[in-house]
Nanobody, 120 residues
Framework: QVQLVESGGGLVQPGGSLRVSCAAS????????MSWYRQAPGKQRELVAA???????NYADSVTGRFTISRDNAKNTVGLQMNSLTPEDTAVYYC??????????????WGQGTQVTVSS
């Protein structure tokens, strides 16, 4: 079965940097759009950043200019470099793989999440 395994979360001080990574297995990686979502306590899960197989990216307004998403199709990995972190970035970060087979048949896979805590 498909596996998405996140790593790299942890505790960082405000203004610091952190990189989270996601390793995918048992999918044809370059057929999937890869995204990072996050969910803070008491809040809905939200899209942070996404990258297509061709490398096109989009970001939530709240992270634009601070976060960078990247992928390595040869290694089946996607990363999220997070700079200038603030306490508002504290959340569980989830890796998502998405593929639209047709307009109504879509595939979505999720990782288990990795905790990022920004605190002094």
């Amino acid at each position: 079965q498909v596996q998405l395994v996140e790593s790299g979360g942890g505790l960082v001080q405000p203004g610091g940097s952190l990189r989270v990574s996601c390793a995918a297995s048992r999918i044809t990686f370059n057929e999937y759009k890869m995204s990072w979502y996050r969910q803070a306590p008491g809040k809905q899960r939200e899209l942070v950043a996404a990258i297509t197989s061709g490398g096109s990216t989009n970001y939530a307004d709240s992270v634009t200019g601070r976060f960078t998403i990247s992928r390595d199709n040869a290694k089946n990995t996607v990363g999220l470099q997070m700079n200038s972190l603030t306490p508002e970035d504290t959340a569980v970060y989830y890796c998502n793989a998405h593929r639209a087979i047709t307009t109504v048949h879509q595939l979505d896979y999720w990782g288990q999440g990795t905790q990022v805590t920004v605190s002094s």
